[in-house]
Protein backbone atom coordinates (compact mmCIF):
# COMPACT_ATOMS: atom_id res chain seq x y z
CA UNK A 1 0.00 0.00 0.00
CA UNK A 2 1.06 3.48 -0.96
CA UNK A 3 0.83 6.15 1.69
CA UNK A 4 0.92 9.35 -0.83
CA UNK A 5 0.64 11.71 2.10
CA UNK A 6 4.34 10.79 3.35
CA UNK A 7 7.20 11.17 1.12
CA UNK A 8 7.97 9.02 -1.60
CA UNK A 9 11.39 9.22 -2.14
CA UNK A 10 14.83 9.53 -0.79
CA UNK A 11 15.19 13.33 0.91
CA UNK A 12 18.24 15.08 -0.13
CA UNK A 13 18.95 17.62 3.04
CA UNK A 14 21.10 19.88 1.11
CA UNK A 15 18.71 20.88 -1.03
CA UNK A 16 17.22 22.98 1.47
CA UNK A 17 20.45 24.40 2.52
CA UNK A 18 22.25 27.72 0.77
CA UNK A 19 24.29 26.79 -2.45
CA UNK A 20 27.57 28.11 -1.27
CA UNK A 21 26.70 25.71 1.76
CA UNK A 22 26.18 22.42 -0.64
CA UNK A 23 29.45 23.41 -1.97
CA UNK A 24 31.65 22.85 1.51
CA UNK A 25 32.68 19.25 2.18
CA UNK A 26 31.63 19.11 5.91
CA UNK A 27 28.51 20.09 5.35
CA UNK A 28 28.20 17.39 2.22
CA UNK A 29 29.47 14.57 4.97
CA UNK A 30 26.79 15.71 7.51
CA UNK A 31 23.96 16.05 5.22
CA UNK A 32 24.50 12.98 3.52
CA UNK A 33 24.85 10.79 6.98
CA UNK A 34 21.42 12.46 7.83
CA UNK A 35 19.50 11.84 4.42
CA UNK A 36 20.69 7.85 4.90
CA UNK A 37 19.29 8.37 8.65
CA UNK A 38 16.29 10.17 7.79
CA UNK A 39 15.57 7.25 4.60
CA UNK A 40 15.62 4.48 7.17
CA UNK A 41 13.10 6.38 9.63
CA UNK A 42 11.08 7.24 5.86
CA UNK A 43 10.81 3.36 5.36
CA UNK A 44 10.23 2.21 8.66
CA UNK A 45 7.49 4.81 9.22
CA UNK A 46 5.66 3.33 6.25
CA UNK A 47 6.10 -0.36 6.80
CA UNK A 48 4.36 0.70 10.84
CA UNK A 49 1.61 1.92 8.83
CA UNK A 50 0.99 -1.09 6.18
CA UNK A 51 0.85 -3.39 9.04
CA UNK A 52 -3.04 -1.15 10.43
CA UNK A 53 -4.15 -2.43 7.29
CA UNK A 54 -4.69 -5.64 6.34
CA UNK A 55 -4.62 -5.99 2.56
CA UNK A 56 -0.67 -4.67 3.60
CA UNK A 57 0.00 -6.08 6.71
CA UNK A 58 3.15 -8.52 6.86
CA UNK A 59 4.58 -9.14 10.20
CA UNK A 60 1.69 -7.72 11.52
CA UNK A 61 -0.84 -9.80 10.46
CA UNK A 62 -0.16 -12.54 12.91
CA UNK A 63 -2.13 -9.52 15.17
CA UNK A 64 -4.98 -9.82 13.08
CA UNK A 65 -5.38 -13.47 12.94
CA UNK A 66 -4.80 -13.29 16.88
CA UNK A 67 -7.41 -11.17 16.74
CA UNK A 68 -9.99 -13.13 14.80
CA UNK A 69 -9.11 -16.18 16.24
CA UNK A 70 -7.08 -17.57 13.69
CA UNK A 71 -4.11 -19.67 14.19
CA UNK A 72 -1.21 -18.67 12.53
CA UNK A 73 -0.07 -20.82 9.68
CA UNK A 74 3.49 -19.05 7.94
CA UNK A 75 3.41 -21.79 5.33
CA UNK A 76 0.53 -20.04 3.54
CA UNK A 77 0.90 -17.10 1.44
CA UNK A 78 0.07 -13.71 3.07
CA UNK A 79 -2.50 -13.42 0.37
CA UNK A 80 -4.17 -16.36 1.82
CA UNK A 81 -3.66 -15.27 5.37
CA UNK A 82 -5.21 -11.86 4.52
CA UNK A 83 -7.95 -13.56 2.93
CA UNK A 84 -9.09 -15.65 6.03
CA UNK A 85 -8.85 -12.38 8.35
CA UNK A 86 -11.10 -10.55 5.99
CA UNK A 87 -13.53 -13.27 6.01
CA UNK A 88 -13.68 -13.64 9.65
CA UNK A 89 -14.21 -9.72 10.05
CA UNK A 90 -16.80 -9.66 7.79
CA UNK A 91 -20.43 -9.89 9.53
CA UNK A 92 -23.21 -10.47 6.60
CA UNK A 93 -26.71 -9.28 7.57
CA UNK A 94 -28.06 -11.94 5.26
CA UNK A 95 -26.02 -14.86 3.63
CA UNK A 96 -27.08 -14.03 -0.22
CA UNK A 97 -25.91 -15.36 -3.44
CA UNK A 98 -23.85 -12.03 -4.48
CA UNK A 99 -22.04 -12.35 -0.81
CA UNK A 100 -21.06 -16.28 -1.45
CA UNK A 101 -19.91 -15.62 -4.74
CA UNK A 102 -17.43 -12.44 -3.52
CA UNK A 103 -16.02 -15.04 -0.49
CA UNK A 104 -15.38 -17.64 -2.72
CA UNK A 105 -13.62 -15.39 -5.40
CA UNK A 106 -11.34 -14.33 -2.74
CA UNK A 107 -9.57 -18.37 -2.76
CA UNK A 108 -9.79 -18.34 -6.80
CA UNK A 109 -7.10 -16.79 -8.44
CA UNK A 110 -8.90 -15.84 -11.79
CA UNK A 111 -12.01 -14.44 -9.55
CA UNK A 112 -14.36 -16.14 -12.35
CA UNK A 113 -16.00 -18.22 -9.49
CA UNK A 114 -19.98 -18.43 -9.62
CA UNK A 115 -22.96 -20.00 -7.61
CA UNK A 116 -25.98 -21.76 -8.89
CA UNK A 117 -28.38 -21.93 -5.99
CA UNK A 118 -31.15 -25.03 -6.03
CA UNK A 119 -33.81 -23.91 -3.39
CA UNK A 120 -36.14 -26.91 -3.51
CA UNK A 121 -33.20 -29.19 -3.23
CA UNK A 122 -31.44 -26.84 -0.20
CA UNK A 123 -28.06 -27.13 -1.89
CA UNK A 124 -25.73 -24.91 -3.77
CA UNK A 125 -23.25 -25.73 -6.29
CA UNK A 126 -20.05 -24.07 -6.40
CA UNK A 127 -18.22 -23.65 -10.13
CA UNK A 128 -14.83 -22.74 -11.04
CA UNK A 129 -12.33 -23.21 -13.47
CA UNK A 130 -9.81 -26.14 -12.99
CA UNK A 131 -6.14 -25.25 -11.27
CA UNK A 132 -8.15 -21.77 -9.86
CA UNK A 133 -8.13 -22.34 -6.60
CA UNK A 134 -5.09 -20.86 -4.31
CA UNK A 135 -6.14 -22.76 -1.03
CA UNK A 136 -9.27 -25.65 -1.14
CA UNK A 137 -8.73 -25.70 2.72
CA UNK A 138 -9.56 -22.22 3.08
CA UNK A 139 -12.78 -21.91 0.48
CA UNK A 140 -14.11 -24.77 2.78
CA UNK A 141 -13.68 -23.40 5.75
CA UNK A 142 -15.11 -19.67 4.24
CA UNK A 143 -18.11 -21.52 3.01
CA UNK A 144 -18.73 -23.53 6.53
CA UNK A 145 -18.80 -20.16 7.88
CA UNK A 146 -21.06 -18.66 6.30
CA UNK A 147 -23.32 -20.96 4.52
CA UNK A 148 -26.79 -21.52 6.50
CA UNK A 149 -26.64 -25.02 8.46
CA UNK A 150 -29.34 -26.16 6.60
CA UNK A 151 -28.00 -25.71 2.72
CA UNK A 152 -26.01 -28.09 1.48
CA UNK A 153 -22.75 -27.56 -1.16
CA UNK A 154 -20.95 -28.81 -3.89
CA UNK A 155 -17.30 -28.20 -5.49
CA UNK A 156 -17.89 -28.20 -9.40
CA UNK A 157 -14.46 -27.94 -11.70
CA UNK A 158 -15.21 -26.28 -14.91
CA UNK A 159 -12.82 -27.60 -17.71
CA UNK A 160 -13.29 -26.37 -20.81
CA UNK A 161 -11.86 -28.57 -23.75
CA UNK A 162 -12.13 -29.38 -27.50
CA UNK A 163 -13.55 -33.24 -28.79
CA UNK A 164 -13.11 -34.15 -32.03
CA UNK A 165 -14.38 -37.63 -32.80
CA UNK A 166 -13.98 -39.58 -35.87
CA UNK A 167 -16.33 -42.61 -36.98
CA UNK A 168 -15.69 -44.61 -39.77
CA UNK A 169 -17.52 -48.20 -41.03
CA UNK A 170 -18.18 -49.93 -44.39
CA UNK A 171 -21.95 -50.68 -45.69
CA UNK A 172 -21.46 -54.06 -48.06
CA UNK A 173 -24.53 -54.73 -49.71
CA UNK A 174 -25.04 -57.41 -52.46
CA UNK A 175 -27.61 -58.10 -54.73
CA UNK A 176 -27.76 -61.31 -56.44
CA UNK A 177 -29.46 -61.36 -59.92
CA UNK A 178 -30.23 -64.57 -61.47
CA UNK A 179 -30.66 -63.71 -65.81
CA UNK A 180 -32.49 -66.82 -67.22
CA UNK A 181 -32.13 -66.96 -70.72
CA UNK A 182 -35.75 -65.66 -71.81
CA UNK A 183 -36.08 -63.80 -74.77
CA UNK A 184 -36.93 -60.24 -72.59
CA UNK A 185 -34.43 -59.23 -70.01
CA UNK A 186 -35.14 -55.97 -67.82
CA UNK A 187 -32.72 -54.66 -65.03
CA UNK A 188 -34.25 -51.91 -62.62
CA UNK A 189 -31.50 -50.47 -60.57
CA UNK A 190 -32.29 -47.87 -58.28
CA UNK A 191 -30.27 -44.72 -56.92
CA UNK A 192 -28.39 -46.89 -53.97
CA UNK A 193 -24.63 -47.30 -54.86
CA UNK A 194 -24.74 -50.65 -55.87
CA UNK A 195 -22.19 -53.27 -57.43
CA UNK A 196 -23.44 -56.29 -59.41
CA UNK A 197 -21.80 -59.23 -60.98
CA UNK A 198 -23.14 -61.94 -62.52
CA UNK A 199 -22.74 -64.23 -65.59
CA UNK A 200 -25.12 -66.49 -67.96
CA UNK A 201 -23.98 -69.27 -68.72
CA UNK A 202 -25.37 -71.29 -71.99
CA UNK A 203 -26.05 -74.81 -72.56
CA UNK A 204 -24.21 -75.97 -75.15
CA UNK A 205 -24.04 -78.86 -77.52
CA UNK A 206 -20.99 -79.96 -79.53
CA UNK A 207 -21.21 -81.36 -83.25
CA UNK A 208 -19.32 -82.66 -85.18
CA UNK A 209 -19.80 -83.34 -88.78
CA UNK A 210 -16.72 -85.44 -91.01
CA UNK A 211 -16.40 -87.18 -94.32
CA UNK A 212 -15.19 -90.42 -95.59
CA UNK A 213 -12.41 -90.22 -93.47
CA UNK A 214 -11.13 -90.25 -89.90
CA UNK A 215 -10.59 -86.29 -89.80
CA UNK A 216 -13.91 -84.10 -89.15
CA UNK A 217 -13.73 -81.68 -91.44
CA UNK A 218 -16.75 -79.19 -89.27
CA UNK A 219 -17.43 -78.52 -86.03
CA UNK A 220 -20.14 -76.83 -84.47
CA UNK A 221 -20.90 -75.52 -80.91
CA UNK A 222 -24.70 -75.37 -80.63
Not at 14 to 41: C, M, V, W
Not at 110 to 122: F, H, L, R, T, V
Not at 177 to 204: F, K, P, Q, R
Request: glycine share 6%.
Amino acid sequence: MTHEWMRQKKVDILAYLPKFLQKSPLFKGTNDADNREHETIRLDLQDLLNQFFIKSATWGLERWEDLVGIKTDTTKSLESRRDAVIAKLQNPESVTETFLTNLINRYIADKAGYIISYPSEYRIEVLYHGGQVLDYEKLRQSINTYIPAHIGYKLVTITNGSLEVYAAGTVQCAIENVIDMSTEYELTIDDSTLHNAGAVIHDYKYLSISGGGNKPWLNFHL
